[in-house]
């Protein structure tokens, strides 16, 4: 499920937990995808090593909440930190990994507020290959 460390995904991890707690096999899939920095800039000031450090650090940060809530439950679990355009990133994890069902948050921390659905979950329910069960 898609965590980027908003109350909407903390939410939908709750939901996610209450689902899993009533399977013996499911485990669930804490996915963090940031955005890739856009400028070739950044690249040439930073040394690789540096820029996978500060992908690393801010998503284990964006993670944090997650972890606690989720290994509280004892719901087996795992964690994975991806760079890049966050609905396409998703939706293939979903599809290499043959997950069968997507929770996550209706709004996150994109740059847009107010909308009825964040951007990022309006291309995932186009995109996605499996059932999504939306949280507010």
Known sequence: MPIDGSEPALR?????????????TAEIHLLHVQ?????????????????DDYYENNGKAALASARAMIEE??????MYLMVGPAARRITQY???????????????????????LGSV??????LAPVPITLVK
């Open 121 to 126: 979950t309006t291309k995932v329910i186009h």
């Open 35 to 51: 955005p890739a920095l856009r400028s070739g800039r950044a690249q040439i000031v930073l040394r690789y090593a540096t820029l």
């Open 73 to 78: 439950s004892g719901i087996k679990y795992t």
């Open 12 to 24: 939908a991890l709750k939901e996610a937990i209450g689902y899993a707690q009533k399977s013996e």
């Open 94 to 116: 979903v599809k290499d990994t043959q997950c069968d069902h997507i929770v996550m948050g209706t709004r996150g921390l994109g740059a847009i507020k107010g909308l009825l």
